[in-house]
């Protein structure tokens, strides 16, 4: 994190902390049409001007670790394949054989010397070349070289795997914005994944996502749990271009929900040691960073009223009975905390769902909330999204300057 990012984090802090009344120049905030979690016509918009054009990350380099090592992505009614192949490159490819469209992988994960499809074992390279067709002398005028695997962008940062399905996209690093300068400091590439896991909500995916965005809720909901190790008097928000965000909170004593914390890296910078930093990073991932480790976390939609959470607990290369039974405690804790948030979300969707709550509304604490949900009309196009489910722009002249 730059100097000036740092500063500018204790200094907002300190306000914050000593702030007794609403920010005086800070605006009120108009409310958001409940549609936005219930219509399928929004759902549609977002497939667009989302899904199908931004960077979406898709997994963890250390998920594959050797030649041949392969992971399906599946989410937003699309089957992907990340593999490495025998160069050490990662690649996307579309999980469709080119001949039929029957997938060439069933397992969510393993390792594969070729890619062979379980319909008529036309089987593919490492790196999408068709190279074997039974009775190939059957199909007439055919070059195996025309019927490559369909690739799919797939740019790394650091360790994490991203994907795009717009071929007209940007560079990733150009959409990571301001988080490249955020994590400065931290050792992102020498994590890996200590376990994994998912869970289905009956929820809008934002919905979900939104309850990451603030720790207004900290103290209600886990009283026991999470407002204990935070301070929720200094949680302070920096806002960015692209719907990136910076969430900073101190911390009130220790460095992990977990007592006895393996040993941690001492490269990082104190910053990370002092406070939680979560860097909600747009449009669906959640990163919190922590000297031990850290949830990664992604929402991904299943229909308008459907999500899923996918969860992947980060922590150093370490493989010892201490590391082992640290992540197992916190792989407990973790499902604890979201229990006493999961509880909830159906009920709102309901809200929503019924009529029964025509709009949200935020308050300053949640104009994250606010922020994101503008980013999404402007990714979509704001003309193009119905005017009963527009969100009003107000918080372009609160966004942090580059790099601070």
């Not at 399906?72 to 469709?96: M, P, W």
């Not at 002092?274 to 480790?293: H, I, K, Q, R, Y």
């Not at 299943?302 to 197992?328: C, F, H, L």
Request: glycine share 6%.
């Amino acid at each position: 994190m730059h100097e000036a990012a740092l500063q500018l984090l204790k200094r907002t802090m300190d306000d914050q902390l000593a702030r007794t009344e609403h920010p005086s120049d800070f605006p009120a905030l108009p409310p958001i049409p409940a549609g936005r979690y219930t219509d399928p016509r929004f759902a549609a918009l977002e497939k667009e001007g989302l899904w199908d054009r931004a960077w979406l990350l898709a997994g963890i380099a250390s998920e594959l670790p050797e030649p041949g090592s392969y992971r399906l992505f599946q989410h937003l009614d699309r089957s992907v394949i990340l593999s490495r192949g025998k160069d050490d490159r990662i690649r996307a490819f579309h999980n469709t054989c080119r001949h039929r469209g029957s997938p060439l992988l069933l397992e969510e994960e393993g390792r594969a010397s070729r890619f062979v499809c379980p319909y008529h074992s036309w089987s593919y390279a490492l790196d999408g070349a068709l190279k074997a067709v039974p009775s190939q002398h059957d199909f007439a005028c055919f070059e195996k070289s025309d019927h490559r695997l369909a690739e799919v962008r797939c740019e790394t940062y650091r360790g994490f795997i991203f994907i795009n399905f717009d071929d007209a996209a940007g560079p990733l690093r150009e959409f990571l914005g301001e988080f490249v300068a955020l994590t400065e400091g931290y050792p992102l590439e020498r994590m890996v994944v200590k376990d994994r896991f998912t869970v289905e909500m009956d929820c809008n995916w934002k919905i979900a996502y939104h309850n990451f965005l603030e720790i207004y809720h900290v103290n209600t909901v886990h009283p026991k749990t999470l407002a204990p190790h935070l301070d929720s008097r200094s949680f302070v928000i920096a806002l960015y271009d692209g719907g990136h965000m910076r969430f900073g909170t101190r911390k009130k004593g220790g460095v992990s929900l977990i007592e006895k914390p393996p040993v941690q890296p001492d490269d990082i910078a104190d910053v990370f040691l002092e406070n939680t930093v979560a860097l909600p990073t747009f449009p669906n991932t959640f990163f919190s960073l922590d000297p031990v480790g850290f949830n990664l976390q992604c929402f991904w939609p299943a229909g308008p009223n459907k999500s899923i959470m996918e969860v992947r607990q980060m922590g150093w290369a370490t493989d010892d009975d201490a590391d082992r039974e640290y992540w197992g405690e916190m792989r407990k804790a973790t499902e604890h905390i979201l229990s006493e948030d999961l509880c909830l979300f159906s009920s709102i969707q309901q809200s929503l769902r019924n009529g029964a709550l025509a709009s949200i509304i935020t308050g300053y604490q949640e104009r994250a909330l606010y922020w994101f949900e503008e980013e999404i009309d402007r990714q979509i196009g704001p003309d193009r999204v119905p005017r009963d489910l527009q969100v009003q722009p107000r918080l372009g002249s609160y966004s942090t300057p580059h790099s601070e």
